[in-house]
């Protein structure tokens, strides 16, 4: 997933189709750690806001353990 590049498009889609689970499906989704399956929506949601307001198409994913996030504009 290190330098993974995620598009909004993925993003918002990832976040309709979770959404609109319930929690009991949720929980079996592949990658995605059982106990995070109650605060995985609320993630997604903060994410794409994020993108939306940026007017992010896509952002890279770093694997490492980052308190605070970086935003670069090119």
Known sequence: MHHFRLQREAAEDVFRTLATEPLAAR?????????????????????V??????????????DADLLDALVAEP
């Open 49 to 62: 806001a994020i993108m939306r307001r940026l007017h992010a198409d896509e952002l890279i994913v770093c």
């Open 27 to 47: 929980i079996h989704n592949p990658g995605l750690q059982p106990e995070r399956a109650d605060i995985i929506v609320g993630g997604c949601c903060v994410l």
